[in-house]
């Protein structure tokens, strides 16, 4: 079960079980808000990076997963992203092998976003990347 936090004016929160089906949940309701805030341009991309950035959470830590999404008031240039989970363990860029099966998550995060980065929290972490809005 997923706790809805927020999905009201500029913000919109989420809270996931440690759970694998927490993927495919929070790309649904990412992609669902932004489709509610008329930004379906981005709903594609925003759904990987979140995808990927919670399955490096399921995958390192234990615990709860936060995803928010947030908007800027006025004119919109940039959709901020965030995912937060319990371990306080950084990520770290790795590279990634031909043959390798993972290990891309962050690559792509870094290179399909403006900017991204990391930040501790209270109990555990936030990684949090920007993406350009269209116009």
């Not at 919109?12 to 949940?25: H, L, S």
């Not at 800027?72 to 965030?82: D, I």
């Given at each position: 079960?997923?706790?809805?936090?927020d999905?009201?004016g500029e913000?919109?929160?989420?809270?996931?079980?440690?759970d694998?089906?927490a993927?495919?949940?929070?790309?649904a309701v990412?992609?669902?808000?932004?489709?509610?805030w008329?930004?379906e341009?981005?709903g594609d991309?925003?759904a990987l990076?979140?995808?990927?950035l919670?399955?490096?959470?399921?995958?390192?830590a234990?615990?709860p997963?936060?995803?928010r999404?947030?908007?800027p008031a006025?004119?919109?240039?940039?959709?901020l992203?965030e995912v937060?989970?319990?371990?306080p363990a950084?990520?770290?860029k790795?590279?990634?092998?031909?043959?390798?099966e993972?290990?891309?998550?962050?690559?792509?995060?870094?290179?399909s976003s403006?900017?991204w980065?990391?930040?501790?929290?209270?109990?555990?972490?936030?990684?949090?990347?920007e993406?350009?809005l269209?116009?």
């Amino acid at each position: 079960m997923i706790g809805v936090l927020d999905t009201q004016g500029e913000s919109a929160e989420w809270t996931f079980p440690a759970d694998p089906g927490a993927v495919r949940t929070a790309r649904a309701v990412v992609r669902g808000q932004l489709r509610n805030w008329g930004l379906e341009e981005v709903g594609d991309v925003t759904a990987l990076l979140v995808s990927e950035l919670v399955t490096n959470a399921l995958r390192h830590a234990t615990g709860p997963i936060g995803v928010r999404l947030v908007r800027p008031a006025g004119p919109a240039t940039c959709l901020l992203v965030e995912v937060s989970d319990p371990s306080p363990a950084p990520p770290r860029k790795r590279t990634a092998h031909s043959e390798d099966e993972d290990g891309r998550g962050l690559q792509l995060v870094a290179h399909s976003s403006r900017r991204w980065g990391t930040r501790p929290a209270n109990s555990g972490k936030t990684v949090w990347f920007e993406l350009a809005l269209p116009g």
